[in-house]
């Protein structure tokens, strides 16, 4: 399942790179969700790695958290990193 969904992912994120660089936002609302990452050698928050991602690939990323932008009419494309469940 993890295969399929970072296969989906990929093929969201490299879509509008066919056409041209698109200006996505990245909202990730759980912003507790974060964790260290030795590559990076710091803690990194859920989209860290989608935010870079995409940007390596042209496209325009503007990262929000916690609260969604009030107007999303200027964004091509919008990922909604939603987090962990926690109890």
């Known amino acids: ?49 989608v935010e870079r991602t995409l940007e390596d690939l042209g496209h325009d990323v503007t990262a929000c958290s916690r609260n969604l932008p009030t107007s999303i009419d200027d964004f091509d494309v919008v990922f909604c990193l939603m987090g962990w469940y926690r109890c």
């Open 1 to 49: 399942m993890r295969n399929g969904i970072l296969a989906g992912l990929a093929l969201a994120a490299l879509l509008p790179a066919v056409a041209a660089a698109a200006s996505v936002c990245v909202w990730t609302y759980d912003t507790q969700d974060v964790w260290y990452d030795n590559e990076v050698g710091s803690n990194i928050h859920s989209g860290y790695w």
